[in-house]
């Protein structure tokens, strides 16, 4: 599936704010279908366990909530950070 990234950058989201933020990306019916898996381990994501939202290569990558998968998006940004 190819999500294009349109948003501004982010740096974070309250709760409130997370519907207004899927809405205006474009995922609402996916997020709400499950049919959209976290960039690290592919486990489906929801609004109760998405974590991040980032662009990458001119889409949209989605992070879980689950320990590993915020260990290795935290490595991921270092690694890009250092390109």
Same mark, same amino acid.
């Given at each position: 599936?190819?999500?294009?990234?349109? +948003?501004?950058?982010?740096? +974070? @989201? =309250?709760? *409130? =704010?997370?519907d =207004? %933020?899927?809405?205006? %990306? *474009? !995922?609402e019916?996916?997020?709400?279908? *499950?049919? %959209? *898996?976290?960039? /690290? &381990?592919?486990?489906v994501?929801?609004?109760?366990?998405? /974590?991040?939202? /980032?662009?990458?290569?001119?889409?949209?990558? %989605?992070?879980?909530?689950?320990?590993? &998968?915020?260990? !290795? /998006? +935290?490595?991921? @940004?270092?690694? +890009?950070?250092?390109?």
């Amino acid at each position: 599936m190819n999500r294009t990234a349109h +948003a501004p950058p982010l740096r +974070a @989201i =309250s709760r *409130g =704010s997370l519907d =207004s %933020l899927i809405s205006a %990306l *474009g !995922l609402e019916p996916e997020i709400d279908e *499950g049919i %959209l *898996g976290c960039d /690290f &381990c592919e486990e489906v994501v929801t609004r109760e366990t998405l /974590f991040a939202v /980032f662009p990458e290569d001119e889409t949209v990558k %989605l992070v879980c909530n689950r320990p590993r &998968c915020i260990k !290795l /998006f +935290a490595l991921h @940004i270092q690694r +890009a950070r250092l390109r």
